[in-house]
Structure formats: C-alpha cells, structure tokens
C-alpha cells in the first residue's frame, strides 16, 4: 500500500503540499495519481502523471501540481487556492485504478471557509 501524507486543517485560499512514499523507484515503472473521497462522494482521480505529463481534474486544474522526485519514489501533490470543495481524503495509488487495488488510509484534507 502507499501511504499519503501531509494534510491539515487549512482556511480557504490556503496551500498544503502531500506526499507519498514508494521505493525502489515505483513511480518510475508505474503511472500513479492523487485521488480524493468527499464526504458521502465517490473517489475520484484529481491528478495523474503519467511519463512526465500530467492531467488534472477540471475542478483543480491551475491549482494543483502532482509531480516526482528524481528518484521515483516519492511523489508529491501541491495544493494551492483550496477552497472547501477540496476537502476530504486524499490518497496516492496507481493509474488506472482497478478493483484488484488496495489502497491506504489516504490523508484527511480539510480546507474552512
């Protein structure tokens, strides 16, 4: 499983930065994207990057940045003008997504108003 990180309580118009932590350069080998659940929502992929190029929910598109180190085993989601519709889990995981996944705990997001 990946492991999300770095989410927060945040006022609207703030930034958080996440993380999530493979080894063995996994995001490398393997396309991978950001996914969050809203409360009472389905998930939904609101990043992917796939051979350095990158795709974006409409809904984020010009506020968030998904991107890897050079090493391929972190990848990282910057979150910038968060406005409440952002709030929830948030998740790391391969792309497409397919039901064989598991996924982990994700990181809560929170954004006030």
């Known amino acids: 499983q990946l492991q999300a990180s770095g989410g927060g309580l945040v006022p609207a118009g703030g930034s958080l930065r996440l993380s999530c932590s493979a080894s063995?350069?996994?995001?490398?080998?393997?396309?991978v994207a950001w996914y969050r659940q809203a409360p009472g929502k389905e998930r939904e992929m609101v990043a992917v990057?796939?051979?350095?190029?990158?795709q974006y929910h409409d809904s984020v598109w010009g506020r968030f940045k998904i991107s890897t180190d050079n090493s391929g085993n972190t990848v990282y989601l910057q979150m910038t003008g968060l406005n409440p519709n952002d709030t929830g889990v948030y998740y790391c995981?391969?792309?497409?997504?397919?039901?064989?996944?598991?996924w982990g705990q994700g990181t809560q997001v929170t954004v006030s108003s």
């Open positions: 990057i796939a051979s350095a190029i990158s």
């Open positions: 995981n391969r792309y497409p997504p397919s039901p064989q996944m598991t």
């Open positions: 063995g350069g996994y995001f490398n080998t393997y396309n």
